[in-house]
């Protein structure tokens, strides 16, 4: 797997009838490492490490249900009561972050409605923090530690 823009993580990788799976801390599981997969448990990593997110409450490609259909997202890091803090699209190194993917954490997150917003390939890393009340987002450099929030 090809490096990523975040720090190195000590990730437990096996293989099984030639294929290579990754330790999932969240799922308590191995799953196939895929390129998404990759920037997936990278991504975890970084929330949990170095972020500080708590694991206890992140969720890992969990369904929702969007107009009718189900959706299943990456990453969702969810307050006591339930409700979504931070909602992740995670894609593939060699998936561009263009517009088609902006949109589709939009839709998502028109019924999640979470606090923030990120979106990576592992290479480039977007954030955003949602503002209900005036109905815009702001674009952030980093997300805030969870101490900060």
Known sequence: MIPLNFPKYPLQIKSRENKLLVFDPVRKKYVPLTPEEWVRQNCLHYLITDK???AGRTLVE????????EKRLDIAVCHPDGSI????ECKAPAVPIDQGVFDQIARYN????????????GLVHYYCQMDYTRKRYSFLRDLPDFSEL
């Open 85 to 88: 803090l931070l909602l992740v």
């Open 62 to 69: 969990r369904q929702l249900r969007v107009e009718g259909l």
């Open 110 to 121: 028109w019924k999640a409605r979470a606090d923030f917003l990120m979106v990576t390939n």
């Open 52 to 54: 500080e997110y708590p």
